[in-house]
């Protein structure tokens, strides 16, 4: 069974306070992503990595950074935490695949999700 | 941006009734998957259809992909409180290079009242 674990389960954190959040991957699986998900808004891609030290910004990458160096790990960074970050962060991996030219995503394995509050 | 829209975004029935989601996108899709999130818990795969007018069925779940593959439904016959919870479906845009993103509905919620 694949294992997608995160740091934390619950987070509080203050306004401008650096936040990492972790998380892990035990599959072997090349692809990477964080979410944040907001009632009514589904899952947003935050940011993803097809890959050690590779990094594509998602739809909305603003105020946030990443850092994978370990294949099994992806860390997502809030520079400053701000009000508008307090959300739930979901991490994902899935396999590699090519299809033509195309790198595509197959199915995705989520973690339990962190709940962040920033105050 | 590209979107996935998803209705409704709540339904509520009685245990028993059926129940369906539907998803559309304004542009073709490469394929589209399925989740379920319990209350409290995280997304789970339920299937991907990958085929024009593919239907596939898990027990009492019907998936439907559209012919023109920018449209897609999950029905639940005779639902069960075993349902509750959030179905989203996630498309793959169909790009000519780069990097295929799977894109999220903004999830169907269901409550089932025994």
């Known amino acids: 069974d694949v294992k997608v674990t995160q740091s934390s389960r619950y987070l509080v954190k203050r306004t401008g306070e650096k936040v990492f959040l972790e998380c892990v991957q035990d599959m072997d699986h090349e692809n990477m992503f964080w979410y944040r998900q907001d009632p009514g808004l589904g899952l947003r891609l935050i940011y993803f990595?097809?890959?050690?030290?590779?990094?594509e910004k998602g739809d909305i990458p603003e105020g946030y950074s990443v850092s994978r160096e370990k294949k099994e790990r992806f860390s997502l960074i809030l520079e400053s935490a701000s009000t508008n970050q307090t959300s739930m962060y979901l991490c994902?991996?899935?396999?590699?695949?090519?299809?033509?030219?195309?790198?595509?995503?197959?199915?995705?394995?989520f973690g339990p999700g962190t709940r962040l509050t920033v105050l | 941006g590209q979107q996935v829209m998803q209705i409704p975004q709540y339904q509520h029935v009685q245990e028993g009734e059926d129940f369906t989601t539907y998803c559309n996108s304004s542009t073709t899709l490469s394929n589209i998957q399925w989740y379920k999130q319990r209350p409290g818990g995280h997304p789970v795969f339920l299937i991907q259809l990958v085929k024009s007018g593919e239907v596939k069925k898990q027990k009492r779940l019907t998936f439907q992909f559209g012919e023109a593959k920018k449209n897609s439904s999950l029905h639940i016959t005779a639902t069960q409180t075993t349902d509750v919870g959030t179905y989203f479906c996630a498309g793959q845009l169909k790009f000519s290079g780069g990097y295929n993103k799977l894109i999220f509905g903004a999830g169907t919620r269901l409550a089932v009242h025994p």
């Open positions: 990595s097809y890959d050690v030290k590779m990094k």
């Open positions: 994902a991996s899935s396999l590699f695949s090519v299809r033509g030219k195309v790198l595509s995503t197959d199915t995705q394995y």
